[in-house]
């Protein structure tokens, strides 16, 4: 022990710190209930707040480990990155934010692909991830996307697309907007050909993605208290010049309006597409 860490002698207060910057991280506080929570129950608990059902944001590998079979899956189109068709710059280049957010996430782009076993069924997964640039899709989500639905289409798997979204890429301009149809086109064809489609719509599902595949599932459904819609509740405010309603814009009030087919806790999700799939499907 004696040569790994020692006191640092003569400083006051150090101690203290020390033991702030240890204890630090280890809980947090609930952002609905209030209550301070053990970050690991938080985690073994997927997320949820164990007082009040809280639903926190999950992100994209902690969703497929969710959601396949003993947390397996083969990653797909994992080397595909953006080629910054645009050259866009902000307040640095895009490439720039992209190499950043490559390096910070470990993933290509705002999206993992993955293949395996649901409930003993071979289906395809997308799981959108917002800490990579807000979850925004551009043209690499787009692709992956497509050729998730593709491999759907060609092994008859059904496919599930978890989103999790700003919208649309800026970055990418009109590039980003040509994935809706692009998507759009290639679900058209999984319906067709009579393959299911379900769309989960996780916190904050907004934008492009809300305009296209999120709302075209054979099956929509929400977890609890997410934010569903395209444009944001000030935008709307301002331009239609009303006062929005009281839950406006989450998943219970869309399931109430006819928006939604059925609002999921996370922890019944995986036995609900199950479920799901097996009428679809048998
Ligand atoms: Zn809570």
């Known amino acids: 022990m004696a040569w790994f860490a020692r006191e640092k002698p003569g400083v006051e207060g150090t101690a203290e710190s020390e033991k702030r910057v240890r204890t630090e991280g280890l809980w947090l506080k609930c952002e609905s209930c209030g209550q301070i929570i053990w970050k690991k129950t938080l985690d073994e608990n997927m997320q949820v707040c164990p007082k009040c059902e809280h639903h926190f944001r999950l992100?994209?590998?902690?969703?497929?480990?969710?959601?396949?079979?003993?947390?397996?899956?083969?990653?797909?189109?994992?080397?595909?990155?953006?080629?910054d068709p645009l050259h866009f710059e902000d307040s640095k280049t895009y490439s720039a934010r992209l190499e950043a957010m490559r390096a910070s996430t470990g993933i290509s782009d705002?999206?993992?692909?993955?293949?395996?076993?649901l409930e003993g069924r071979r289906v395809q997964i997308c799981a959108m991830e917002l800490k990579f640039i807000?979850?925004?899709?551009?043209?690499?989500?787009?692709?992956?996307?497509?050729?998730?639905?593709?491999?759907?289409?060609?092994?008859?798997?059904?496919?599930?697309?978890?989103?999790?979204?700003?919208?649309?890429?800026?970055?990418?301009?009109?590039?980003?907007?040509?994935?809706?149809?692009?998507?759009?086109?290639?679900?058209?064809?999984?319906d067709e050909a009579r393959v299911p489609y379900i769309s989960v719509m996780t916190d904050p599902t907004t934008g492009g993605v809300t305009a296209s595949f999120a709302m075209l599932g054979d099956l929509n459904i929400a977890e609890p208290g997410a934010l569903i819609g395209f444009a944001g509740p000030r935008v709307i405010e301002q331009t239609i010049r009303q006062k929005l309603p009281q839950g406006f814009q989450t998943s219970e009030f869309l399931l109430e309006h006819g928006f939604l087919d059925a609002v999921v806790k996370r922890s019944e999700m995986k036995s609900y597409i199950a479920r799901s799939l097996s009428f679809f499907c048998d």
């Open 110 to 117: 705002a999206l993992i692909s993955g293949e395996g076993k």
């Open 134 to 190: 807000g979850g925004s899709m551009g043209a690499v989500v787009g692709e992956k996307i497509t050729r998730a639905i593709e491999r759907g289409l060609n092994k008859r798997e059904p496919v599930i697309i978890v989103s999790a979204s700003g919208g649309a890429r800026m970055q990418e301009g009109a590039i980003s907007l040509m994935q809706l149809a692009k998507i759009s086109a290639a679900l058209m064809r999984l």
């Open 59 to 83: 992100d994209a590998r902690a969703r497929l480990a969710m959601l396949f079979d003993d947390g397996g899956y083969e990653e797909l189109d994992s080397r595909l990155i953006s080629t």
